[in-house]
């Protein structure tokens, strides 16, 4: 019997199609399981492999725990695998798993959504009381219309590309930054390619969707902020590490920028204390770009796939 231990609830519908060999232990609270839980487990059963998501630390301490038991994989239910030491699991002969691409097209949806809601100003709608000023012709005029904006977009990968698609029937203009030209891509959504400094200063909405690395890491600071339009809306569906959120915080109420929408913090979740949440001007989700139904089958089923494939490579060798 090959035993998994899974770090969250996962869809019924990923289980049917698992050999009967496979035994899945499952942390069933709704709820991120601690990382005092998972060491626990790691540490006082055996396991083939873990699957776990981006909030789930894997650190050397909890790998080195697991080391010398059968554990030999651990799958991530995510595209990043930041979260986990690389390092420590090569050293220990564990393979590591992701599922990039698949979370593209609600990433991609998400990104839109969340610029829609910025640019047409849609909370303060939502927020209007009963007893407010009716509506009358020049009522509510916060919004703007995509068509007459510079839409910048940092990270031009398989998401980033997927929102240019999505943007091209608003009639934007689109310009981009990536650490290389995609002339490809900007001929098939007649996207235009900026240095970052020259992005910041055109865009009226910059949309985050790079990955996070030692070149990314705080790249949305204050510096940054300064560059943009005080117009502009800021909107994170990267990592919260990209983005120095207390350079985030004077910006917006210092009015350098108009507004920030945040699906990423770091860390996750932000904490109440933290002075971005008292702020009207920045919107903060709690990291549900990917909370699409068949979205969570479709990463659950391939990070299983992985699993079973390297077990069954394994046995035939």
């Given at each position: 019997?090959?035993?998994?231990?899974?770090?969250?609830?996962?869809?019924?519908?990923?289980?049917?199609?698992?050999?009967?060999?496979?035994?899945?232990?499952?942390?069933?609270?709704?709820?991120?399981?601690?990382?005092?839980?998972?060491?626990?487990?790691?540490?006082?059963?055996?396991?083939?492999?873990?699957?776990?998501?981006?909030?789930?630390?894997?650190?050397?301490?909890?790998?080195?725990?697991?080391?010398?038991?059968?554990?030999?994989?651990?799958?991530?239910?995510?595209?990043?695998?930041?979260?986990?030491?690389?390092?420590?699991?090569?050293?220990?002969?564990?393979?590591?798993?992701?599922?990039?691409?698949?979370?593209?097209?609600?990433?991609?949806?998400?990104?839109?959504?969340?610029?829609?809601?910025?640019?047409?100003?849609?909370?303060?709608?939502?927020?209007?009381?009963?007893?407010?000023?009716?509506?009358?012709?020049?009522?509510?005029?916060?919004?703007?219309?995509?068509?007459?904006?510079?839409?910048?977009?940092?990270?031009?990968?398989?998401?980033?590309?997927?929102?240019?698609?999505?943007?091209?029937?608003?009639?934007?203009?689109?310009?981009?930054?990536?650490?290389?030209?995609?002339?490809?891509?900007?001929?098939?959504?007649?996207?235009?390619?900026?240095?970052?400094?020259?992005?910041?200063?055109?865009?009226?909405?910059?949309?985050?969707?790079?990955?996070?690395?030692?070149?990314?890491?705080?790249?949305?600071?204050?510096?940054?902020?300064?560059?943009?339009?005080?117009?502009?809306?800021?909107?994170?569906?990267?990592?919260?590490?990209?983005?120095?959120?207390?350079?985030?915080?004077?910006?917006?109420?210092?009015?350098?920028?108009?507004?920030?929408?945040?699906?990423?913090?770091?860390?996750?979740?932000?904490?109440?204390?933290?002075?971005?949440?008292?702020?009207?001007?920045?919107?903060?989700?709690?990291?549900?770009?990917?909370?699409?139904?068949?979205?969570?089958?479709?990463?659950?089923?391939?990070?299983?796939q992985k699993i079973y494939n390297n077990i069954?490579?394994?046995?035939?060798?």
């Open positions: 019997m090959f035993k998994i231990l899974s770090t969250a609830i996962i869809p019924k519908e990923c289980l049917k199609s698992l050999p009967e060999e496979f035994s899945v232990d499952i942390f069933r609270e709704k709820r991120p399981m601690d990382y005092a839980e998972i060491l626990e487990k790691v540490s006082t059963k055996s396991y083939d492999a873990i699957l776990c998501t981006y909030r789930d630390r894997i650190d050397g301490s909890l790998i080195k725990a697991a080391a010398g038991s059968r554990l030999n994989i651990i799958a991530t239910m995510s595209t990043g695998t930041d979260h986990i030491d690389l390092s420590e699991c090569q050293k220990h002969g564990i393979e590591v798993y992701n599922v990039p691409n698949i979370t593209t097209n609600a990433v991609a949806d998400y990104g839109v959504a969340l610029l829609l809601l910025g640019v047409r100003r849609l909370d303060q709608s939502l927020q209007q009381e009963p007893d407010q000023e009716p509506w009358y012709y020049m009522w509510n005029l916060s919004g703007s219309s995509l068509s007459k904006m510079t839409i910048g977009i940092v990270g031009l990968g398989n998401i980033g590309t997927a929102i240019a698609q999505r943007l091209t029937g608003f009639g934007s203009k689109l310009i981009y930054y990536s650490r290389h030209r995609k002339q490809n891509i900007e001929q098939e959504y007649g996207i235009e390619f900026r240095p970052f400094g020259e992005l910041l200063q055109e865009s009226d909405a910059v949309i985050a969707s790079c990955s996070l690395n030692a070149k990314t890491r705080n790249l949305f600071s204050l510096d940054t902020f300064t560059k943009m339009k005080s117009s502009s809306i800021f909107i994170n569906i990267a990592r919260g590490g990209i983005c120095n959120q207390d350079d985030l915080y004077q910006a917006l109420n210092s009015q350098e920028i108009s507004m920030a929408l945040l699906d990423v913090t770091n860390p996750e979740p932000l904490p109440p204390s933290h002075p971005l949440h008292q702020l009207e001007n920045c919107l903060i989700f709690p990291h549900i770009a990917t909370n699409v139904k068949n979205s969570r089958i479709d990463i659950c089923n391939l990070a299983l069954r490579d394994f046995q035939l060798k």
